[in-house]
C-alpha cells in the first residue's frame, strides 16, 4: 500500500491548550515534547493519533496532547487498546503507561498486548516508584529501597522491563532516557513505524520522591561507561575511546577490553534476529556489573492480533457472503404453519413492535 | 397378548436422565424438535453438572433434560414428569422424588447390575421391594443395553460403541409412547453423519429398534396423543436463551449501523453466547476472547470508543470484575452492554445452576453515584427482544447498560414465531462530526434524551481526551464542587429520562384488586402459569412483570397503588423487594426460593394464596 505523504505540522500542533500540571522538573515533560515533536515530524494525521493512558502521573499525558485521548482506569489501558485496534484499524494508538501502571496492576494486561503483538507503541515511563499516590516503592524498585510504605527497606525484587516483554513475544522492545531528547525521538520513530506492538522503556526521574534514581547510569560525568547505545548492524562497544566492548562466553555476555579482543568476536548488534535470545542477554545486562543498554534490542515482524481478527473478518464476509438476518433467525430447522385461524393474543408482557 | 390402549391427553412432561455422558441433552433436544413439529407448544429444562465428566454412573455426573409439551399454550416446563427416563440407578436416585404420582418409571435395567448400584451408593437394589413400585408410579424395566447389542449386531463396531447408541433406543422407545413419527431425528443423523460414518447407521438402527421395542415387547399397556396446538401462522422454531441473545446482539448491531465487539472471558453460562457469535462474522460481528473479565470489558468498551458497540458478557464472579469499567463507561458516557447470565452465588456458587442473587449488584456495585439501566428478559425467546432494548438505550442514551439473564432461561428452550426482521424496532444512532460548526463540548446533551454526543477517534478537529476523572461541560478536568453537584445531577436524571422510552406497562388481570404480583427475569413462565390457575379461580390477582428494572416504569406507582398488597416472587433472598419497598415506601411482600432451580408453579400458587 502506498503511504500517503506526510502532513506538514509542527510541535503546537500536538499541543493541548490545557495547563500540564506535572512537578516543576518532572522528566516527563522531555517525554511530551519529545512525543509532540515526533507526531510533527512523522506527518501522520493528527486526528488519526489517539493515546490511551492508565492512571498514574504519566497517565495524564493525553491531556496535555492536542489528539483524540482516553484516560482509562489503573493498569487497564492495554484492554482499552486492543479493543480499539479490533474495532478501528485504521487508527494510530498511543498508549501511555509507567511501572506501577503497567507492571503491577496491568501487568497482565500489558502481558497480553504483547502477546498478540496488538499494533501500538507503548510508551512505559519507568521512575522506579509510585508518584501520583506520594512515594510508595515500585516493581521496578531496587530491593532495599526505603519508601513511606518500607520504612526498614523493600524486601521486593524488581521485574525488568525488557525481560518482561522479550519474555512475553514483544517484537519491538527498546529502552530510552528523559534527558536525551535526540535519543528518544529516533526510538519513538522507529516504534511508531514498526508494526505490531512497541514497547518502549523511558527512564523518567521522578524529582520528588525518587530524584536522580538514573544519575549513576545517564548523568553526564558517567554515562560513557556506564551505557552502551545500541547500533544496528554496529560492534557493540563504549567507554572512553570504544575502549570496552561486549563478546559472548559460552551463554553470558560479558565485557572485555576492546584493544585486547579479537574484532571478530565483537558482538554485532542485530536487533531483527529472529531469535529473542541475544536481544534477553542486552536486557538483562546493567550498571555496575555491565554497561546498561539503550536502544532498540529487538525488532522483528510477526502478524499483529487486531490485522488477523479484522482480515478474518474480511474472509468469512467474503467466503460466506453478507449476512441474512431473516435467515439466522430462522436457523437451519424452521417450519412453517400456515391457518387463517385468528388468534387472540396470549398475554405477553412485552411486545415489540416496530416504532 | 397384552392390549395397548391409546389416550389422548393434553401434555405431558417427560424428564429424560443419565450420566453426563449418556447423551440426555441431545436426545431432549430431539424430543422437543419432534413434539414441537407435530405441532405442541413446548418448554424445556435442561440440568446438567458443573463436572465435565464426573465419575461414570455417580450421583454427581447426572445430567438432565426436561420437556413440557402440549395441545395447549406451555409457559413452563413443569413441576414433575410425568414420565421420567432413568438410564442408571444414580440417575433413578437423583430424579425419583420428582416423578408425579401416578407416573411412570422407564429404566434401562441392564444398568442395575451390583457395581451400577454400588457406585450410585445403594446396596440393594432400590426397584425391588420398593412400596412405591406400582403404588406411586408404573415401572417398566428395558433391557436397552442388551437390545441395542442385539440390534446392531451386524454392524462392524466395538460393543463399547454400539451401547452408546442406546439414548437413541430410549428417544425411540420414547416417539412409541407417545404416537410421534421418527422422520425428523432420522433426518437429523443422516445429516450430522453425512452417510460418512457407521454411527449414522448405528443411530437409526437403535432409534427403530427402540420404536419397535414399544411395539412388540407387549408390555406397555397404554400409549399417548397430544393433539397438535392451533398456532398462529407464522415461521417456528426452538431457541435457548443464550442463542437467542446472541441473535438479538447481532440484530442490534445491524439495527444501529454498527459492528458489533463481543469480548469476553468464558464463563458458565454465558460461554454459548460466545459460540454462537463467534460463527457470525459475516454480520460484521467480531469476537474477542480476552485475557480475563476486566479485559474482555476493557476491549468491549475500547471498542464502543471507537465508533463501535462493545458487548461484554459474564455471570456473577465476572461481573464483580468489571465494575471499575462500568464505572468509566458511566463516567465517559459511551455505550456498553454488559450482560450478566446469573447463576448460583455468592463466588463460584453453583456454577451451572439458576439464580436471580445480581440485581443488586448490577445496580448498585459501583463506586460512587453511577446510575446504569438494568434491563431482564423474561424467556429464552425474550432474550432477543430485551438484549435489542438494552442495546437500543446504550446507544441512544450513550450509557453502559446491564442485561441480566439467567441459567434457567439461557440454557432452557422456547418455541418462537420469528419476527421479520424488517418488523423490529430501530436503534436511533449517529456519530456527531462537528456539522453543525458550533464549538464542541464533548459532555452538551441532547435537550430531551440528555444524552452526549457520539464523537469517535479519528474525526477532525474535535480532539479531545476522555477521563474518569470529574470533568465540565467542556470536557476540562474540574474538581469544583458545584460542578461535580451539576455533573452527578445531570447523569441521574439521563438515566432516569429513560423510562418516557417505554410503552405503557402491561397488567395480567384486573387493573385493581387484592394481590399484585410483580416479578422480573427468568421466572415468568412459572409465575405466569400460578397466576393464571389463581385468576381461573376468580381470585383477585393480577399480574406485572418488569422488563426495566432501571429506571423502573413511569406508571409503575400508580399500578401498586390500586392494589392492597404488592407480592415480589425472587430466585434470591429478596433483592426487587428491597427496592420496591424503598422507592414506593410500601409494604411489599417477598415469597423467595433459593436452591439453583427454577420456581415449582405449585409452590407459587400456594405462596400467593396467603395473600389473596
Not at chain 1, 170 to 196: C, E, I, L, Y
Request: glycine share 8%; charged share 20%.
Amino acid at each position: 500500500m502506498n503511504q500517503p505523504a506526510p502532513i506538514k505540522y509542527t510541535k503546537k500542533d500536538f499541543t493541548s491548550s490545557k495547563d500540564v500540571k506535572w512537578c516543576p522538573g518532572c522528566g516527563d515533560y522531555a517525554i511530551l515534547a519529545t512525543v509532540q515533536k515526533t507526531m510533527a515530524d512523522l506527518g501522520r494525521p493528527k486526528e488519526k493519533q489517539v493515546v490511551v493512558s492508565g492512571i498514574g502521573c504519566s497517565s495524564r499525558f493525553p491531556v496535555y496532547m492536542d489528539t483524540h485521548g482516553f484516560h482509562t482506569i489503573h493498569g487497564r489501558a492495554p484492554t482499552v487498546a486492543t479493543g480499539l485496534r479490533v474495532a478501528r484499524p485504521d487508527l494510530d494508538v498511543w498508549m501511555v503507561t509507567g511501572d506501577g501502571d503497567g507492571l503491577s496492576i496491568g501487568g497482565n494486561h500489558l502481558m497480553h498486548a504483547v502477546r498478540r503483538n496488538v499494533e501500538m507503541v507503548v510508551l512505559l515511563f519507568n521512575n522506579r516508584i509510585y508518584g501520583l499516590t506520594k512515594g510508595q516503592y515500585s516493581p521496578t524498585s531496587e530491593q532495599n529501597k526505603v519508601t513511606k510504605s518500607t520504612p526498614y527497606g523493600s524486601v521486593d525484587a524488581p521485574l525488568n522491563p525488557l525481560l518482561f516483554a522479550l519474555a512475553a513475544g514483544a517484537t519491538f522492545v527498546a529502552r530510552t532516557w528523559d534527558t536525551n531528547p535526540r535519543h528518544m525521538d529516533a526510538v519513538f520513530k522507529a516504534a511508531r513505524q514498526h508494526k505490531g506492538l512497541s514497547l518502549v522503556e523511558i527512564w523518567q526521574n521522578c524529582v520528588i520522591f525518587n530524584d536522580g534514581a538514573f544519575d549513576n547510569v545517564v548523568d553526564r560525568e558517567v554515562k560513557e561507561e556506564r551505557l552502551v547505545e545500541l547500533e544496528e548492524g554496529k560492534p557493540i562497544v563504549f567507554g572512553k575511546d570504544k575502549s570496552k566492548c561486549l563478546v559472548l562466553d559460552g551463554l553470558d555476555v560479558v565485557v572485555r577490553d576492546t584493544a585486547l579482543t579479537d574484532p571478530a568476536k565483537i558482538l554485532v548488534h542485530n536487533p531483527r534476529s529472529q531469535s529473542p535470545t541475544l536481544a534477553m542477554a542486552l536486557a538483562q545486562l546493567s550498571f555496575p556489573d555491565a554497561p546498561t543498554p539503550m536502544g532498540i534490542l529487538r525488532q522483528v515482524e510477526r502478524p499483529t492480533y487486531d490485522g488477523d481478527v479484522n482480515e478474518q473478518a474480511a474472509q468469512v464476509l467474503k467466503d460466506r457472503g453478507p449476512g441474512n438476518m431473516d435467515k439466522l433467525l430462522r436457523g437451519s430447522a424452521s417450519w412453517k404453519i400456515e391457518t387463517d385461524e385468528v388468534f387472540e393474543d396470549a398475554w405477553k408482557p412485552f411486545v415489540s413492535k416496530k416504532k | 397378548m397384552v392390549d395397548t390402549q391409546q389416550i389422548q391427553i393434553e401434555g405431558a412432561v417427560v424428564r429424560f436422565v443419565g450420566d453426563s455422558g449418556d447423551g440426555m441433552q441431545l436426545t431432549g433436544t430431539q424430543f422437543t424438535d419432534t413434539s414441537a413439529i407435530a405441532g405442541n407448544d413446548i418448554s424445556t429444562f435442561p440440568d446438567f453438572p458443573a463436572e465435565i465428566r464426573a465419575p461414570a454412573g455417580t450421583p454427581a455426573g447426572v445430567s438432565g433434560f426436561q420437556v413440557n409439551f402440549a395441545a395447549s399454550a406451555v409457559e413452563a416446563p413443569g413441576d414433575q414428569p410425568d414420565i421420567l427416563v432413568a438410564m442408571n440407578p444414580a440417575a433413578y436416585k437423583m430424579n425419583i422424588e420428582d416423578l408425579k404420582t401416578g407416573g411412570v418409571l422407564i429404566v434401562n435395567s441392564d444398568n442395575f447390575s451390583d457395581i451400577d448400584l454400588r457406585k450410585a451408593g445403594y446396596e440393594t437394589n432400590p426397584l425391588e421391594d420398593n412400596p412405591m413400585v406400582g403404588e406411586k408410579f408404573q415401572l417398566i424395566s428395558v433391557p436397552m443395553t442388551a437390545l441395542v447389542e442385539e440390534a446392531l449386531k451386524e454392524l462392524d463396531m466395538k460393543p463399547v460403541h454400539k451401547r452408546r447408541c442406546k439414548n437413541f433406543f430410549a428417544l425411540g422407545l420414547m416417539y412409541w409412547m407417545f404416537d410421534r413419527t421418527l422422520e425428523y431425528t432420522e433426518a437429523w443423523i443422516l445429516k450430522k453423519f453425512g452417510g460418512k460414518d457407521v454411527l449414522e447407521q448405528a443411530n437409526i438402527k437403535a432409534l427403530r429398534a427402540g420404536y419397535n421395542y414399544g411395539d412388540t415387547a407387549e408390555i406397555f399397556t397404554r400409549r399417548y396423543k397430544v393433539k397438535s396446538t392451533p398456532m398462529p401462522a407464522g415461521t417456528y422454531r426452538q431457541i435457548t436463551g443464550n442463542s437467542a441473545t446472541a441473535y438479538g446482539l447481532v440484530a442490534a448491531g445491524v439495527k444501529s449501523g454498527l459492528n458489533v465487539v463481543y469480548s469476553t472471558y468464558p464463563i458458565t453460562p454465558a460461554s454459548d453466547i460466545l459460540h454462537d457469535l463467534s460463527k457470525l462474522k459475516n454480520f460484521g460481528v467480531k469476537t474477542v476472547q480476552a485475557e480475563d473479565e476486566i479485559a474482555a470489558c476493557g476491549v468491549a468498551l475500547g471498542a464502543s470508543y471507537g465508533g463501535s458497540l462493545g458487548v461484554t458478557a459474564s455471570s456473577g464472579p465476572g461481573i464483580c470484575l468489571k465494575a471499575e469499567f462500568v464505572g468509566l463507561a458511566a463516567m465517559t458516557e459511551l455505550p456498553l452492554v454488559i450482560v450478566d447470565v446469573q447463576r448460583g452465588g455468592p463466588s463460584t456458587g453453583l456454577p451451572t445452576k439458576t439464580e436471580q442473587s445480581d440485581l443488586m449488584l448490577t445496580l448498585f456495585g459501583r463506586n460512587g453515584e453511577c446510575p446504569v439501566p438494568v434491563i431482564a428478559a423474561s424467556t429464552p425467546v425474550d432474550c432477543f427482544h430485551a438484549v435489542l432494548e438494552a442495546a437500543r438505550i446504550a446507544v441512544e442514551y450513550m450509557t453502559p447498560v446491564y442485561f441480566l439473564s439467567d441459567g434457567f432461561i439461557a440454557n432452557s428452550s422456547d418455541l418462537w414465531n420469528v419476527p421479520a426482521f424488517a418488523d423490529l424496532p430501530g436503534i436511533k444512532q449517529v456519530f456527531y462530526t462537528g456539522e453543525d460548526g458550533k464549538p464542541y463540548k464533548p459532555y452538551e446533551r441532547d435537550p430531551e434524551t440528555l444524552a452526549r454526543k457520539w464523537v469517535t477517534p479519528g474525526t477532525p478537529k474535535l480532539q479531545n481526551t476522555l477521563t474518569g476523572l470529574e470533568k465540565n461541560e467542556k470536557g476540562d478536568i474540574s474538581y469544583d464542587g458545584k460542578n461535580h453537584a451539576l455533573m452527578c445531577g445531570l447523569r441521574k436524571d439521563k438515566i432516569a429520562a429513560i423510562a418516557k422510552s417505554y410503552g405503557p406497562t402491561k397488567i395480567l388481570g384486573a387493573q385493581s384488586g387484592k394481590v399484585l404480583v410483580l416479578a422480573w427475569g427468568g421466572t415468568y413462565g412459572h409465575i405466569v402459569s400460578a397466576v393464571k390457575e389463581l385468576q381461573k379461580e376468580g381470585a383477585s390477582i393480577s399480574y406485572v412483570h418488569l422488563r426495566h428494572i432501571n429506571p423502573l416504569p413511569l406508571d409503575l406507582e400508580e399500578i401498586i397503588g390500586n392494589f392492597d398488597t404488592v407480592v415480589v416472587p425472587e430466585i434470591n433472598l429478596g433483592q426487587l423487594v428491597q427496592v420496591i419497598r424503598a422507592k414506593y415506601a410500601i409494604d411489599a411482600q417477598s415469597v423467595t426460593q433459593i436452591m439453583g432451580k427454577p420456581f415449582k408453579v405449585a409452590d407459587l400458587v400456594t405462596a400467593f394464596r396467603k395473600f389473596l
